[in-house]
């Protein structure tokens, strides 16, 4: 990811700890829409963590810090430490010159790095108790969410993410040519179009709108657990008759707390015998982390 600082609106004031999620007190003026929206993280990261008790949080790794509202929020609500990991040359020097100004500097490292190229001896500070990440993509696994809590964990088997889960409900249903999705028409034919378009070129596309679960047929759960590392990644359904849509609600899961993340589709065509498909999110290099659909052959 990439921020353009250069670009930014906001470029007044310093930034004070007990204001901190306030994109005006941010001498860098990002206007980052990351920042702007901190309800995001009212959904699950922050209750998740402040049911956490302190003194099972007191060291805190932030993992893909960004902007460090998370790790900030634990030291706002009693953690001691926070190491925040970013690897975005531009997102670094920002930290590096906000966080002085909001913490002192026994609560806090920045460390400069891929989270899956972590040394053991940075981590000088304490064993990081609780990682937080927001690492979801538009297709939910996309940025590595899987492969980053394996590489932590090695280092730091103990330790409890937050989010605890991601998932995926995969529904089947009819197509819906009323969804607002572009690119749309009266007779919705441009955008059975695009559906097919977008199913045979890219392998997904992303549906936006209303979206009802309990109108769909749901036909199983991709489900990665990060305390045992447990990846269920693919969903097998059979598939006969009209065109119809597989729908997939991702969403992330924490302390009894959960959060809707994309939704997105493929196109099934009509089809005169039974067809067995399967939805996986995909572990081969070439296409790693991608959700894809397949035939299966019985
Ligand atoms: C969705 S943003 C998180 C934003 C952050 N929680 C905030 O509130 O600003 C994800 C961040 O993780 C970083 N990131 C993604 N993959 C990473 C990796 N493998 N190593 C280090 N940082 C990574 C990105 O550069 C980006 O800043």
Redesign the pocket.
């Known amino acids: 990811?990439t921020?353009h600082l250069e670009n930014s609106i906001f470029m007044t004031g310093e930034p004070k700890i007990k204001d901190w999620h306030n994109p005006f007190n941010y001498s860098e003026g990002m206007s980052?829409g990351?920042?702007n929206w901190?309800g995001r993280?009212s959904q699950v990261?922050f209750p998740a963590l402040e049911k956490i008790p302190v003194e099972k949080r007191a060291v805190v790794l932030?993992?893909?810090?960004?902007?460090?509202?998370?790790g900030l929020k634990a030291i706002e609500t009693g953690s001691k430490f926070v190491y925040f990991?970013?690897?975005?040359a531009q997102?670094i020097k920002v930290l590096k010159n906000v966080l002085p100004k909001l913490l002192k500097p026994h609560q806090y490292k920045i460390i400069g790095?891929?989270?899956?190229?972590l040394k053991p001896e940075w981590f000088d500070n304490g064993i990081p108790q609780v990682v937080?990440?927001?690492?979801?993509g538009p297709t939910l696994f996309d940025?590595?969410y899987v492969s980053?809590v394996a590489a932590i964990k090695k280092l730091f088997p103990r330790a409890v993410f937050i989010p605890e889960t991601f998932a995926q409900d995969i529904f089947l249903t009819d197509v819906d040519y009323s969804y607002p999705i572009w690119p749309q028409s009266a007779e919705g034919q441009s955008t059975l179009e695009h559906y097919k378009f977008l199913h045979h070129s890219k392998g997904w596309n992303t549906i936006e709108g209303n979206f009802y679960p309990e109108e769909k047929t749901k036909v199983g759960v991709i489900k990665f657990k990060t305390a045992n590392q447990v990846f269920k990644n693919a969903v097998e359904f059979k598939h006969q008759g009209k065109e119809q849509l597989v729908y997939i609600q991702s969403y992330v899961t924490s302390h009894g707390y959960k959060s809707n993340q994309a939704l997105f589709g493929f196109y099934l065509p009509k089809s005169a015998q039974e067809i067995t498909y399967k939805v996986e999110i995909s572990l081969a290099t070439e296409t790693l982390y991608r959700p894809l659909l397949t035939k299966v052959e019985l």
């Open positions: 990811m921020y980052l990351m920042i901190d993280l990261i932030d993992a893909g810090c960004g902007t460090g509202m998370i990991i970013e690897h975005d997102m790095s891929d989270l899956e190229k937080t990440s927001e690492l979801f940025e590595g980053v």
